[in-house]
């Protein structure tokens, strides 16, 4: 049973460029969240797809945005990449929105942005 | 605001003994609480929960200890072994208001010396 799977593993961008990161849930999982973590830090929830909407935004500006396809893979898209930006970009999957279900997260996608 | 804190950034053991992570968080809403471990280069894996009605749960060589008027948590691995060498997050969710939104602290490194 394939677990998170996400694409690509490393990426370097050019600071204005536009970005998109894969991510393909658990099998079974219909839930997919986003999160960022920079060096040193916590991972940072971005947002959270469930029926192909986005259910919940972390506080992350407009430059950052989502999409989740009918078969509950989603792609995370940023534009006019900063600097700031750089960082290990983690998708999680669950079943459902509810707080006590467990997340499985993937390897993670790192971004460095010159 | 950090809501979910570690205040340890690292933590070195002997192999056998006990390893002993905390962790902190204001935000009275959150009502279930996590624990993940993470290697270098892999996303990271759950390791044990607990919900907020109760006070105590283990899982083998882990248990996690609520202390809810002290807004306080802690892990503890007993005995301690070499491959529990990693970076432990604490993370939090409020079922009520952001579901499944995971909100983490900034990790703690545990190195268990053989």
């Known amino acids: 049973d394939a677990g998170v799977t996400q694409s690509p593993t490393h990426l370097i961008k050019t600071r204005g460029q536009q970005v998109t990161l894969r991510c393909s849930p658990k099998s079974g999982h219909d839930t997919v969240s986003w999160y960022q973590q920079a060096l040193g830090q916590g991972p940072q929830f971005i947002f959270q797809y469930y029926e192909e909407e986005e259910r919940q935004r972390g506080n992350f500006p407009d430059r950052f945005s989502g999409h989740q396809f009918p078969n509950y893979s989603s792609e995370l898209n940023v534009n006019a990449l900063l600097l700031g930006d750089s960082a290990l970009y983690l998708c999680?999957?669950?079943?459902?929105?509810?707080?006590?279900?467990?997340?499985?997260f993937g390897p993670g996608t790192r971004l460095t942005v010159t | 605001d950090q809501q979910v804190k570690q205040n340890s950034p690292s933590l070195s053991v002997q192999e056998g003994r006990i390893s002993i992570l905390n962790c902190d968080y204001t935000?009275?809403?959150?009502?279930?609480f996590l624990w993940y471990k993470k290697y270098p280069a892999e996303g990271p894996t759950f390791l044990i929960s607990?919900?907020?009605?109760?006070d105590k749960n283990e899982d083998g060589r882990f248990t996690v200890f609520l202390n809810k008027s002290a807004k306080h948590l802690s892990l503890h691995i007993v005995p301690s072994q070499p491959g529990d060498s990693a970076v432990y997050f604490c993370?939090?969710?409020?079922?009520?208001?952001?579901?499944?939104?995971?909100?983490f602290g900034e990790g703690t490194q545990l190195t268990v010396n053989p």
């Open positions: 999680a999957s669950s079943v459902g929105t509810g707080g006590s279900y467990e997340q499985y």
């Open positions: 993370a939090a969710s409020a079922e009520e208001t952001s579901g499944s939104r995971l909100t």
């Open positions: 935000n009275s809403m959150f009502d279930y």
């Open positions: 607990i919900s907020s009605i109760k």
